[in-house]
């Protein structure tokens, strides 16, 4: 009797643990032999993660994390089911590129194994830090799993250099292990798709392309709700195909919508129709590495005919990044929408924050901090005074973006970090969604700090579209839709030659005269800086905390907010919150421990 309740306990436990943890399931290959599944309940450094990996061979199987996704500082994980079907495991190092060492710390543990059809399944765990300098904490970062499968079992059961694996059996991948992934929700039976593709355009062999089509909202005779978004790459282009953003243009003029001859072409040129300045609106945001995307159950996107929250029209942007220049590149890749009759209870709104022109980073730089904001003067503005729930968010820079965080301030006082990615990846740009809604109120202030490393630069990066240039943006989903695009921000120094900036770097403004108003040109005048000595470097970074930024708030059609300039001073960096550090013991433990003993002794006593 009592064994069997101790069977019904842990039965029960196991229960609750399973439905109280976050599990998710990835495929690590481009074939889907190697899927991953891992699941843990909170993210207590203490806590442990449980993986599972089911792989199509029957010889040995490698799981590893590594900062960057190459073998280097790998924290690797190797398991086999030996001929007597026993599972094995073992606990590695990599120090660098070649075959990795025994870790003398074995802290994975084979939960169990099994082997079958083929496929060869293990379920393993460990601590999300395990205090061994060796392993990689596992965080709320980008996280880069790299994985390798071999055909055959170590000889000797031990996994040694001459246990091969075939070229194309081993990779890495990038994803987020402790942050909310998304759940493939079920689409309603009534649902609808609407695919929006680019029509057979040949890539120019430029380093980057920005192709625009334009296409008219699905055929409805009454309000529907988008439900989810997808990708639609074209197979073979996935690594030209870098981002596609979905505007909606808003206050366009049906006669022009009707008359429109002008479906696609490069963006920002004269192959675009007369009314693509209205359509600055991001609705739907896909980044390379990202899948489908579903909205929550209580909101969806609006569509419909003569609907204040609906579009007149939508405009697809397309990011061709081709930095092998490669010609005769077919694309038709876009974006799949599934959407509903069945309502919603609100409208979901996307808004854009941070910067793009305001940038410039200096080379050879390890860290270099860029700063923007969505100021309280402009959220008090069109944020409702119950708040806005934000659910999900996007961060996005260039190639030398390495860390991404959104503080949040409140009432003059510094609030939470919102969002942050301290090991961002330029190929993995994937919806995050909170675990709860956030709040967002009026005369919050949001500020972006995008930390670039510049080492591999020769020369300044400035903000822009190719690539190579840099972008420092966010992309928050929130509701319910208000009557706002872009909230974002410009340091001063870009348009006050008196600047101490300038004065610092000692270097002449350069100033174009000419019309109304002289302008300012920065980058014109950063060019001028041929050395970029620490001390230069020193005064770019203060310009970027200490110049007063000019606040920049629009609507999704034709609205414009109030503008102002702010003192950046008023919105410190908020420090992280350590945790107690665990992997130090404290001098005190032995005479805590014996003291409580003694003082227990009494009441043992009692019982015998």
């Known amino acids: 009797m009592v064994s069997k309740l101790i069977v019904t306990f842990s039965f029960l436990v196991s229960l609750l643990v399973s439905l109280h943890a976050d599990s998710f399931t990835v495929y690590l290959d481009p074939e889907d032999k190697y899927e991953l599944s891992w699941t843990f309940e909170d993210k207590n450094p203490t806590s442990e993660v449980t993986f599972t990996v089911k792989c199509e061979t029957t010889g040995w199987v490698g799981f590893g994390m590594s900062p960057k996704g190459a073998m280097t500082d790998g924290d690797i994980a190797v398991m086999w089911i030996d001929s007597d079907g026993k599972g094995h495991i073992q606990d590695m190092f990599a120090a660098s ?15 169990s194994s ?58 890495s991948k990038s994803m987020y292990l402790l942050e909310n992934q998304q759940a493939v929700e079920a689409v309603p039976d009534d649902a609808l798709t609407y695919d929006m593709l680019i029509d057979k355009y040949t890539i120019p062999d430029d380093d980057t392309t920005y192709y625009c089509a334009f296409f008219p909202l699905p055929d409805v005779d009454k309000k529907h709700h988008v439900v989810s978004v997808a990708p639609i790459v074209e197979q073979g282009n996935e690594g030209v195909v870098h981002h596609i953003l979905v505007y909606g243009c808003w206050d366009v ?19 675009m129709p007369e009314f693509e300045d209205s359509c600055r609106s991001v609705v739907f945001a896909w980044a390379i590495g990202g899948t489908a995307y ?4 209580d909101a969806g996107y609006s569509l419909g005919p003569d609907s204040a929250e609906s579009p007149q029209y939508f405009m697809m942007e397309v990011h061709y990044d081709n930095p092998q220049l490669k010609s005769g590149i077919v694309d038709s890749s876009g974006i799949r929408i599934t959407y509903t009759p069945t309502l919603r209870d609100n409208d979901v709104g996307m808004l854009q924050m941070g910067s793009v022109y305001g940038i410039f980073v200096p080379p050879k730089v390890e860290e270099f901090d860029v700063i923007a904001y969505c100021h309280s003067s402009c959220t008090e503005q069109w944020v409702p005074e119950e708040g806005l729930n934000v659910f999900a968010y996007v961060l996005h820079s260039h190639l030398i973006g390495a860390k991404i965080t959104i503080e949040q301030y409140r009432n003059g006082k510094s609030l939470q970090i919102l969002a942050q990615d301290n090991n961002y990846d330029f190929n993995y740009q994937e919806m995050r969604v909170f675990k709860d809604n956030q709040k967002l109120l009026p005369g919050d202030t949001l500020k972006i700090t995008c930390t670039y490393n510049s080492d591999s630069r020769t020369g300044l990066t400035f903000g822009g579209l190719a690539s190579a240039e840099e972008m420092c943006l966010s992309f928050l989903a929130y509701y319910p839709k208000q009557n706002v695009a872009r909230c974002e921000s410009i340091p001063t120094f870009m348009f006050n030659s008196e600047d101490k900036l300038y004065t610092g770097l000692g270097v002449t403004p350069n100033i174009t005269y000419g019309g109304e108003n002289p302008r300012l040109n920065p980058h014109i005048t950063l060019l001028e800086v041929s050395d970029w000595t620490n001390e230069k470097v020193v005064v770019a970074q203060n310009a970027y905390h200490e110049s007063w930024p000019y606040s920049q708030c629009a609507g999704t059609g034709s609205t414009e907010y109030e503008e102002t300039v702010f003192d950046p001073s008023l919105y410190p960096t908020i420090e992280e919150v350590e945790s107690e550090d665990l992997c130090t013991e404290p001098s005190s433990a032995g005479s805590v421990t014996a003291t409580c003993i003694s003082l227990l002794l009494p009441f043992i006593a009692l019982f015998q």
């Open 114 to 171: 099994s082997e079958a059809d083929g496929v060869s399944t293990f379920q393993f765990k460990r601590k999300i830090n395990t205090c061994d300098e060796k392993d990689n904490v596992i965080t709320s970062d980008t996280t880069r799993i790299i994985y390798a499968y071999g055909a055959a079992d170590p000889t000797g059961n031990e996994f040694t250099a001459s246990d091969k694996h075939a070229s194309s059996n081993r990779g």
């Open 97 to 111: 590129n070649g075959f990795p060492s025994l870790d003398d710390s074995q802290d994975y543990t084979l939960i």
């Open 253 to 271: 003029d049906k006669e022009h919508i009707v008359n429109n001859t002008k479906t696609e072409g490069v963006c920002n040129t004269a192959e």
């Open 294 to 297: 579903y909205f929550p159950e």
